[in-house]
């Protein structure tokens, strides 16, 4: 009966070397307030100079997500007192953002792709932090001026679904893009999430409110169900315009909730004005190609999958999803394995026992290229599934040579018709009784041979061969 409305504004902190106007490292791992200078500590008379390495990393969002990216573009000051920003504004973008109008495409779960459209995404200089110890609160001003870009959707999405799809979609590009680690643990991916519900049918908006800073997929779904609840119930008890106004809430993990927070400010209350200090933003023709240099992004990393490798779109979508697995199957593919079967060998065998071991496969102990000559084994009948399940598991313990291990274990495959035929015929001399009732017409007993002799070789039988070759004995 009501239809939820969602819009995001994720915050990116892009992987710069310096801050966004100063020359100060951008590592807040160091001792506290070591990284620091006047201007990113705001002391009178030290001026701004904008980090072009932060603007071509903006501009590369705003080619791959096929926005504008404005040659020229702005800054203005958005007044806030509070202890980590010792300018009490923060430098940010709100009138002409570098980057405006783009798009992204989700995937659905049944199959459909959907247009999220992108409203903007502007650069912005990160707060210092307050670190709460006892009775005292200390201010870390490493983080100050650290660069972000904060990339805000159109309220386009309409289920939590729809919003952790958007949400992985932006994580996977900007990790492709190499422009962000992303990190959302450590802060550098968060995101504030717009949310509304509005009768269906009903064209005008619901009032939206604003969760803060949630740091995981799985509580963006619990965010916005909880709200989704907690509007709906106040809409259908008849208190709606009591309950839900624009404000700012907070999630609790805890507790599974959100709680106000404060009342939303509106633009006036920060007193926006363009930064006196800043010149425009202008880019230059070096700036625009070194933007332009970008990776396959996923989308057509998916559509090559399907296409030239004719992967199913499920897939070549889970492979796509990261970077690190993308070039983890590609590499499979230049030690020879076929599509198909590194699909499954990476997916399911490598993954289960990676997750199983605590690892991922950016720490994975066997590598891609090993995978790859396993799977490539495989391919060729040089071993079967059975035998290479047991390779990969010695491999996840020690880096041995693949066709050593072949030869130790005694996996080599038998496809040498003679010899699966002896086996194939003493089979079926000692269970005459069985072929009778085959060749009678009970089909299922076909199934009792090949497992017979599958047994009789150890497992090391080529099982089409077998297949084949009792087929025509049979018959
Ligand atoms: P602010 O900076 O005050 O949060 P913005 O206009 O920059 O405001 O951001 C608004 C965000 O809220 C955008 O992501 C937008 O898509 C979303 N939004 C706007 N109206 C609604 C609504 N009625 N319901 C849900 N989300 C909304
Ligand atoms: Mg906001
Ligand atoms: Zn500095």
Same mark, same amino acid.
Do not use: A, R, S, W
């Given at each position: 009966m009501f239809e939820t409305v969602i819009g995001l504004e994720v915050h990116v902190q892009l992987n $710069? @070397? $310096? &801050?966004l106007f100063c020359s100060c490292p951008t590592s807040f791992a160091e001792y506290q307030n070591s990284n620091t200078c006047p201007t990113c500590l705001a002391l009178p008379g030290a001026l701004p100079v904008v980090n072009k390495e932060a603007a071509i990393k903006a501009m590369r969002l705003g080619y791959a997500i096929n926005a504008t990216v404005n040659h020229s573009s702005n800054f203005d000051r958005k007044s806030y007192f509070y202890p980590d920003s010792p300018s009490a504004y923060q430098i940010t973008q709100l009138h002409k953002a570098i980057v405006q109008k783009g798009e992204i495409f989700i995937d659905l779960k049944d199959g459909t792709q959907k247009r999220i459209g992108m409203t903007q995404a502007h650069l912005e200089a990160d707060a210092g932090k307050n670190i709460h110890e006892g009775n005292y609160s200390k201010v870390d001003l490493n983080r100050a001026g650290t660069p972000l870009l904060e990339i805000v959707s159109e309220p386009d999405m309409r289920s939590a679904d729809e919003a952790v799809a958007y949400l992985k979609k932006l994580h996977s590009t900007v990790r492709y893009l190499d422009i962000s680690d992303a990190n959302m643990q450590e802060g550098s991916f968060r995101c504030d999430v717009n949310v509304s519900i509005r009768p269906k049918g009903q064209k005008e908006f619901g009032t939206r409110v604003e969760i803060k800073n949630i740091n995981s997929f799985k509580f963006v779904a619990s965010a916005i169900a909880y709200e989704v609840q907690r509007q709906s119930e106040a809409y259908e008890d008849g208190v709606y315009d009591q309950e839900v106004f624009q404000e700012t809430r907070l999630f609790d993990v805890d507790k599974g909730v959100t709680k106000s927070m404060r009342g939303k400010e509106e633009a006036a209350d920060y007193r926006y004005f363009p930064d006196p200090d800043l010149r425009p933003l202008v880019v230059t023709d070096e700036m625009i190609a070194e933007a332009k240099k970008m990776p396959e992004l996923p989308d057509a990393k998916v559509k090559r999958y399907i296409e030239e490798l004719k992967l199913k779109r499920y897939d070549a979508l889970v492979i796509c999803q990261t970077k690190e697995s993308a070039y983890f199957f590609e590499e499979m593919l230049k030690s020879g394995a076929s599509a198909k079967a590194s699909v499954n060998w990476l997916n399911t065998e490598l993954l289960g026992r990676l997750n199983k071991a605590g690892y991922n496969i950016t720490n994975s102990p066997v590598s891609a290229s090993k995978l790859g000559e396993l799977v490539s084994k495989i391919d060729d009948g040089t071993i079967n599934g059975k035998g290479a399940k047991d390779i990969l598991d010695v491999l996840m313990e020690e880096d041995k040579d693949i066709d050593e291990l072949i030869e130790s274990m005694g996996l080599a495959q038998v496809s040498d018709d003679g010899a699966i035929l002896e086996i194939i015929d003493s089979i079926l001399a000692n269970n005459q009784d069985k072929v009778e009732q085959y060749k009678a017409g &009970?089909? @299922?007993l076909f199934g009792f041979f090949v497992g017979q002799t599958m047994k009789a070789s150890k497992g090391s039988a080529n099982p089409q061969k077998v297949n084949e070759l009792l087929r025509d004995r049979l018959s």
């Open positions: $710069t @070397k $310096t &801050k &009970k089909d @299922k």
